[in-house]
């Protein structure tokens, strides 16, 4: 006698155990799935709570949010003192430039941004134009507004700008001179012409060779002494020079690097379209190079901006040494006074910087055609 069962109807889709979706799956499947990464993620909680939950308790639940002075911020279980930076923050954004004439750096705050989001987008058309304004015509126009003298707008020496205006000055000028000496000096070094090649490498290992303080330090002490009777530049001019050298010689390693990351055969197939040197560089070579080293051409901005701080050595007041300089008010001096303006600065210094690193990302994930 048979006794095997066919089932003439589907059986019942059973749903999945509770502890295989949501939120307790993704736990168990990432977080706890083993011995190991239990104890990592149990430390990893206990290192976030040792860290994170004072750091909160800082700056936000025991802050202090409102006050005229000093006396505001003083107390057994005070967190940090925002005070103190909404009493300097016009010092801390544009250093001791006029007030009835810093309506300029914000036109030219406004016109950096209007100019850089559709830019930064790629939707947006009219890319070329646009580059040819944030490049090109836009630093003439900020040179106008920044420094006067022209159109009866008042002279305003660099000595007085200071805070997150030399920051980003610093910042924009290295960035936009670093980049298009880098790919100079990368082909130089690649280059078979001897001369060339010799020029591009001693300038590329002397620049390497020296650490930037010693560059600022060069550039604002020593040459004017080496520079004729009579003939000086201004400090604010020959700091920017010297970073902006600095910056072309790591940035040229780093396209070097994108350069021989490209195959032979890139090289061979502009020659046999009939392309000469510049264009097959400019057609074939170089955005291939370009999009391989996106890291490293974020990395290296990234690095410049932070860099931006060591021009205090030399008598220039960055966002970070205007902050240093205001701790001296004896209206605002307690005893976290300092760490809530280091709290600020590094706050601005992280927005900036992750902000260059998502768009990197972002960029890398967009051009990553060849890996879909």
């Known amino acids: 006698m048979s006794v095997a069962y066919v089932r003439e109807t589907p059986a019942e889709v059973l749903p999945p155990p509770s502890t295989a979706v949501g939120a307790i799956g993704w736990l168990r499947a990432n977080l706890f799935n083993g011995w190991f990464n239990t104890i990592l993620t149990l430390v990893g909680f206990y290192l976030v709570y040792i860290i994170v939950v004072p750091f909160l308790n800082f700056a936000i639940f025991d802050a202090v949010w409102t006050g005229e002075n000093r006396e505001a911020c003083i107390g057994p279980e005070v967190g ?8 300097k923050f016009g010092q801390f954004m544009y250093g001791t430039y006029p007030d009835p004439h810093r309506w300029r750096v914000d036109l030219v705050a406004l016109m950096f941004i209007a100019s850089m989001v559709p830019l930064a987008i790629p939707s947006v058309p009219f890319k070329r134009w646009n580059a040819i304004f944030f490049f090109g015509i836009f630093p003439v126009l900020a040179f106008i507004l920044l420094v006067g003298g022209f159109f009866g707008l008042e002279h ?36 078979k012409l001897p001369i060339i090649k010799t020029f591009s490498v001693i300038f590329i290992e002397f620049w390497r060779g020296v650490p930037l303080i010693t560059v600022l330090f060069m550039s604002s002490v020593m040459l004017p002494l080496f520079l004729p009777d009579g003939v000086s530049f201004d400090k604010l001019l020959r700091a920017l020079i010297g970073i902006a050298l600095f910056s072309s010689a790591y ?41 391989l080293v996106i890291p490293g051409i974020v990395n290296s901005f990234i690095s410049l901006l932070k860099d931006t701080s060591l021009v205090l050595i030399i008598g220039i007041f960055d966002l970070l040494g205007i902050i240093q300089r205001n701790f001296t ?14 709290l600020f600065a590094g706050l601005i210094f992280w927005a900036l910087c992750f902000g260059m690193s998502r768009y990197s990302i972002f960029m890398e994930r967009r051009l990553d055609t060849t890996r879909r």
């Open 80 to 87: 940090a003192c925002w005070p103190f930076v909404w009493a």
């Open 156 to 191: 305003v020496e660099t000595a007085r700008w200071g805070g997150l205006l030399v920051t980003i000055v610093v910042s924009y000028v290295g960035i936009v001179a670093s980049l298009p000496l880098g790919v100079l000096l990368a082909l130089g070094r690649r280059s």
């Open 251 to 291: 940035m040229a390693e780093v396209i070097r690097g994108g350069l021989q990351a490209i195959p032979k055969g890139q090289y061979e197939a502009g020659q046999a379209v009939g392309l000469g040197y510049w264009q097959s560089m400019r057609l074939i070579i170089l955005p291939q190079a370009l999009k």
């Open 329 to 342: 008010d004896a209206n605002w001096a307690t005893p976290v006074t300092s760490h809530t303006g280091y």
